[in-house]
């Protein structure tokens, strides 16, 4: 069974740091790309990054130059490092396997992990 | 890069069919092959249910279907069931190498 489990959200203030950890099992890791996408409380989705089978990155304005993507395929597992962390920040971070290409669609989703971000 | 526009809610009763449009550019829905949607349920994580403008994944019912025409990507689910009830989304690949979604549609059966 595909499985992903993110973990490493909680609560931070602003201009700190935390990095989110998402396990995936049930299927070859190294061979998909996947995306961050995170959903602010009450609203809709948004991409954040994107890390394609390549090695090449992606990421939305939004968190460009703030945040990280990374993946260690001898661990199954895919990262995203947040650095000077703003209140918009706050929201459920969701990891997601690539159907297809790198930025075409998701089609698995882990439970997500919420990070938020207050003084 | 600003958020595809898609109606705020859309109704119907059960067996209906209806239609969620999703309005973006020449940059995103209309440039490329490439618009998914997304079925989400309250507190739970999105489902795709259409990839690549029109294609299904294994496991999802075939009342689901999408399309494009020019612009504009839709979403129509026909036979309505209760259980259809949920917010839906979509997303398009843009020319600047990202992503970006759709605002999002309450679904409401009757």
């Known amino acids: 069974e595909v499985q992903l489990v993110e973990s490493g959200g909680g609560l931070v203030q602003p201009g700190g740091s935390l990095r989110l950890s998402c396990a995936a099992s049930g299927f070859t890791f190294s061979s998909y790309a996947m995306n961050w996408v995170r959903q602010a409380p009450g609203k809709g989705l948004e991409w954040v990054s994107a890390f394609s089978g390549a090695g090449s990155t992606f990421y939305a304005d939004s968190v460009k130059g703030r945040f990280t993507i990374s993946r260690d395929n001898s661990k199954s597992t895919l990262y995203l490092q947040m650095n000077s962390l703003r209140a918009e920040d706050t929201a459920v971070y969701y990891c997601?396997?690539?159907?297809?290409?790198?930025?075409?669609?998701?089609?698995?989703w882990g439970q997500g992990t919420l990070v938020t971000v207050s003084s | 890069q600003s958020a595809l526009t898609q109606p705020a809610s859309v109704s119907g009763s059960p067996g209906q069919s209806i239609t969620i449009s999703c309005t973006g550019t020449s940059s995103d829905v209309g440039g490329y092959n490439y618009v998914s949607w997304y079925q989400q349920h309250p507190g739970k994580a999105p489902k795709l249910m259409i990839y690549?403008?029109?294609n299904r994944p294994s496991g999802v019912s075939n009342r689901f279907s999408g399309s494009k025409s020019g612009n504009t990507a839709s979403l129509t689910i026909s036979g309505l069931q209760a259980e259809d009830e949920a917010d839906y989304y979509c997303s398009s690949y843009t020319s600047s190498h990202t992503r970006v979604f759709g605002t999002g549609t309450k679904v409401t059966v009757l």
């Open positions: 997601a396997r690539a159907v297809a290409g790198t930025l075409r669609g998701d089609d698995c």
């Open positions: 690549d403008v029109s």
